[in-house]
């Protein structure tokens, strides 16, 4: 039998910029430092259209997290059921193996 692997759970950094990278990169951590100089000379009108494409990003941001924790539920849901699958194959084997030994044995003695 062979081993099983478990689902890979990334840590709450890694998730946010696995899905952030996609839908805003100024939002990424290592984008935070340089946007101030990056929108150094935007008007009032820009930085509301900035600020609203954020809060945009956020909300596509918080859907997709949804989808990717119902999918690493789904992952880890499945390796648990193939886990005990597994280890209930196992234990019946080594029971029938267990049985058949008692069995010689008393065949054996008889």
Do not use: C
């Amino acid at each position: 039998m062979s081993q099983i692997d478990p689902p890979v759970i990334p840590n709450g950094q890694e998730i946010y910029n696995l899905l952030m990278k996609d839908i805003e990169s100024d939002l990424l951590p290592e984008n935070l430092d340089i946007l101030e100089g990056k929108y150094k000379g935007e008007t009032a009108e820009e930085k509301r259209a900035r600020k609203n494409r954020y809060n945009a990003a956020f909300e596509k941001y918080d859907k997709e997290l949804d989808k990717y924790l119902k999918d690493l539920d789904q992952k880890i849901l499945q390796y648990k059921k193939t886990a005990i699958k597994s280890l209930e194959e196992k234990n019946r084997s080594t029971e029938d193996s267990d049985l058949s030994a008692i069995e010689n044995e008393i065949n054996n003695a008889t």
